[in-house]
């Protein structure tokens, strides 16, 4: 069956730019999170939903991060005025209950962002 | 100091080799624990939840003590495609999970 995807897989942006990381979770999963990997490092929590709620944004390193999911299932994240040091694996997973419970997140392949 | 604390490794053993991770974390409200593997430009994956009581998973063992605030992964008969990185990931009593930096195994022939 379908799992999490993400795209674009890939995305290299100018110092500057905007960038904009779409994730489609597992249909019906009710929780979203996304992660920001550095190479060498596990994947730091960003922020959750639970549904169209935005429940948690605490890992949200900066104002330029923005998240969305308007409508409880796709997602955005957005990076306004690239930096380097934003340049990671951007990791987006989806459960199908609220977090809090023992159940399996599903991770989608990833977004690699490099900003020159 | 990291929430959830690993052993970079790497750990390079040969095929038939028993290999043991331990991970550490810091917040004993802690409620959940589990391994999950990650492959090299992949995603991470959920290799085995950690109870309380300890848990196996055929050649994997994972076992957690609470007081001492560490959880460990046994592979025992290590194959080949056990190669990767282990990530220990614990979730405190909110909605995110903490990963450790993850542990490369390298299985060797």
């Known amino acids: 069956g379908a799992g999490v995807s993400q795209s674009p897989r890939y995305k290299v942006a100018k110092r500057g730019q905007d960038v904009a990381l779409r994730c489609d979770p597992i249909s019906g999963h009710v929780s979203l999170f996304w992660y920001q990997q550095a190479l060498g490092q596990g994947p730091e929590f960003l922020t959750y939903f639970q549904n169209e709620a935005q429940l948690d944004k605490s890992g949200l390193p900066s104002d330029r991060f923005f998240a969305e999911r308007p409508e409880g299932s796709v997602s955005t994240l957005k990076i306004q005025r690239t930096q380097q040091e934003d340049s990671a694996v951007y990791l987006c997973?989806?459960?199908?209950?609220?977090?809090?419970?023992?159940?399996?997140?599903?991770f989608g392949p990833g977004t690699r962002l490099l900003v020159l | 100091r990291k929430e959830v604390e690993q052993d970079p490794g790497p750990f390079n053993v040969p095929e038939g080799a028993t290999v043991a991770f331990n991970c550490t974390y810091s917040n004993s409200a802690s409620q959940s624990f589990f391994w999950y593997r990650q492959d090299c430009r992949k995603e991470p994956k959920l290799l085995m939840s950690?109870?309380?009581s300890g848990n196996e998973d055929g050649r994997f063992t994972a076992q957690l003590n609470r007081a001492s605030q560490y959880i460990s992964l046994l592979i025992r008969d290590s194959k080949l495609s056990d190669s990767a990185t282990y990530l220990c990931?614990?979730?405190?009593?909110?909605?995110?999970?903490?990963f450790g930096a993850g542990t490369r195994l390298t299985v060797k022939p």
């Open positions: 997973a989806s459960s199908s209950v609220p977090q809090g419970t023992e159940e399996t997140q599903y």
């Open positions: 990931v614990v979730n405190p009593d909110k909605n995110d999970m903490r």
């Open positions: 950690v109870y309380s």
